[in-house]
């Protein structure tokens, strides 16, 4: 399929992609990898009318310690999350969850601002970020601020962000002395999640979140197997709800051993 016509624009700064937002209004819809957006637009599912490119933005792909967090700029894509030293060290879930995106291609070109502020709800980084209570930080006219990641995944395909603002980094605290894993199911090993859940296990305290359950990332409460039960997965071609809920009491278990085993 072909996308409806659009004019293109390429910001050279934060500062440019806003100033181009600010004209170009409802209209206007930023691209980073183009991995989530221009699929939708050949499906005419999305026709924005003015494409802003923030891909080529100087100083927003990186990975670094900053005041004891672990900071990540919006256009890290995922293959250089997978082969951060310091993330491997420090934050391992990010690096692991980031090698389960998709194949190769879609590493190299996807970003891990693009994956968070499209909020697909079957994606293998919101849960991780929610399991891992990141921050994430929004640039807009007005300047920055700081969104939990519990807040910022609002519905399907509907995050906190506002029309007028940036994703620009993603803070996680590193996970030293604590277990991480993620467990995702898939009908084959590069597709996406029918059900994956990231699990955490910190200070005693344990943290599931699951991907692919809900509109949003769905954090698992008083008990995976409660939890599960009480989920309202839509039933689709991967299964149905039934299936869903088993495999998501499942996947949880295998996630939460594996974490208590890294622990
Ligand atoms: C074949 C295929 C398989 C895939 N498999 C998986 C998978 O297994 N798991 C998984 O999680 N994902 C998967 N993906 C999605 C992939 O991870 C995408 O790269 C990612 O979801 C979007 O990143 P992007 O940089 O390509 O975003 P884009 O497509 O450029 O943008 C996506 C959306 O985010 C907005 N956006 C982008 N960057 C910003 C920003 N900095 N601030 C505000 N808004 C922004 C855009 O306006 C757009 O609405 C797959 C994609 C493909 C094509």
């Not at 293998?124 to 995944?153: H, K, N, S």
């Not at 277990?179 to 597709?191: L, W």
């Not at 997965?233 to 009491?249: E, I, N, Q, V």
Request: some cysteine.
């Amino acid at each position: 399929m072909i996308p409806a016509g659009f004019e293109y624009e390429r910001a050279a700064s934060v500062e440019d992609a806003l100033a181009l937002l600010a004209r170009h209004g409802d209209e206007a819809k930023l691209i980073a990898g183009g991995h989530s957006l221009l699929p939708l637009m050949k499906l005419r599912l999305a026709s924005p009318g003015v494409l802003v490119d923030i891909a080529r933005i100087p100083g927003l792909g990186y990975v670094r310690e900053d005041g004891g967090a672990i900071a990540i700029g919006a256009l890290t894509r995922h293959c250089d999350l997978v082969e951060s030293d310091l993330l491997r060290r420090r934050c391992p879930l990010v690096a692991q969850v980031a090698a389960e995106v998709g194949d190769i291609q879609v590493r190299h070109r996807g970003t891990i601002g693009g994956s968070l502020a499209h909020a697909d709800p079957n994606a293998d980084l919101p849960a991780t970020m929610v399991a891992l209570d990141a921050e994430l930080v929004a640039q807009g006219p007005g300047g920055r601020r700081t969104i939990a990641a519990r807040d910022f995944f609002q519905g399907f395909l509907q995050t906190a962000l506002r029309p007028d603002e940036l994703l620009v980094e993603v803070r996680v605290a590193p996970t030293d002395g604590a277990g991480t894993a993620y467990v995702k199911f898939s009908r084959r090993r590069q597709d996406w999640a029918i059900v994956g859940a990231a699990a955490v296990v910190r200070n005693g305290a344990e943290t599931v979140v699951w991907t692919g359950v809900g509109s949003t990332p769905v954090r698992a409460e008083g008990g995976i197997e409660a939890a599960a039960a009480a989920l309202e997965p839509s039933g689709d071609l991967s299964g149905s709800a039934a299936y869903k809920r088993h495999l998501a009491m499942v996947i949880a278990g295998r996630a939460l051993a594996a974490a208590r085993g890294a622990a």
